[in-house]
């Protein structure tokens, strides 16, 4: 006979957001919104730095870079040409990743959305949130109020 006995299942505790930045694959920040009141983050550094490694990577590698971790800092990076959408959090990844996903398929679901994100890439524009008023909502929905659910599947 098999015991059978209650599997302490470890609790999935929620990252802290940092920073979300939509770069070009050239390097270039097309939005950014820091979580963090009262830091601010050079985005143009940003974005270099990440397509630099991101470039590196690719050319030595056979995969691209998608995590990074400094200190208790950790950087998720997803290419969804021709931008690359970078994360940055403290804390578990395990939702941070499903949250970038579900950022990255809820503008890639909107047409409008998307389009309007394209258009300011091709005309080498930053972003701002009256620009496109949905990304208020679903970066608030996603990132901090979480109250988008996951699907924990993927």
Same mark, same amino acid.
């Given at each position: 006979?098999? @015991? ?6 470890? /609790? %999935?505790?929620?990252?802290?957001? *940092?920073?979300? %930045? ?8 097309? =939005?950014?919104?820091? +979580?963090?009141?009262? /830091?601010? =983050? /050079?985005?143009?550094?940003? !974005?270099? +730095? #990440?397509?630099?490694?991101?470039? =590196?990577?690719?050319?030595? #590698?056979?995969? !691209?870079?998608? @995590?990074?971790?400094? !200190? ?7 290419? *969804?040409?021709? +931008?690359?959408?970078? &994360? *940055? &959090?403290?804390?578990?990844? &395990? ?11 809820? %503008?890639? !679901? ?10 300011? &890439? ?9 620009? *496109?008023?949905?990304?208020?909502? %679903?970066?608030?929905?996603? =990132? ?11």
């Amino acid at each position: 006979m098999i @015991r059978r006995r209650e599997l302490d299942v470890p /609790e %999935l505790l929620d990252e802290e957001p *940092v920073l979300l %930045l939509i770069v070009s694959e050239g390097g270039t920040p097309l =939005f950014s919104q820091s +979580f963090i009141e009262d /830091e601010s =983050f /050079e985005d143009h550094l940003f !974005g270099g +730095f #990440f397509t630099a490694i991101n470039s =590196f990577i690719n050319e030595k #590698f056979s995969e !691209g870079l998608d @995590r990074a971790i400094f !200190g208790e800092h950790t950087l998720l990076m997803n290419s *969804v040409p021709p +931008f690359l959408m970078c &994360y *940055v &959090y403290k804390g578990q990844s &395990y939702s941070a990743h499903h949250r970038l996903k579900s950022f990255i398929n809820e %503008l890639k !679901g909107n047409i409008d959305v998307w389009k309007t994100i394209e258009k300011f &890439y091709q005309t080498n524009q930053e972003i701002q949130i009256k620009d *496109v008023p949905l990304l208020d909502s %679903l970066i608030n929905d996603i =990132f901090i109020e979480k109250t988008i659910t996951l699907d924990l599947k993927q």
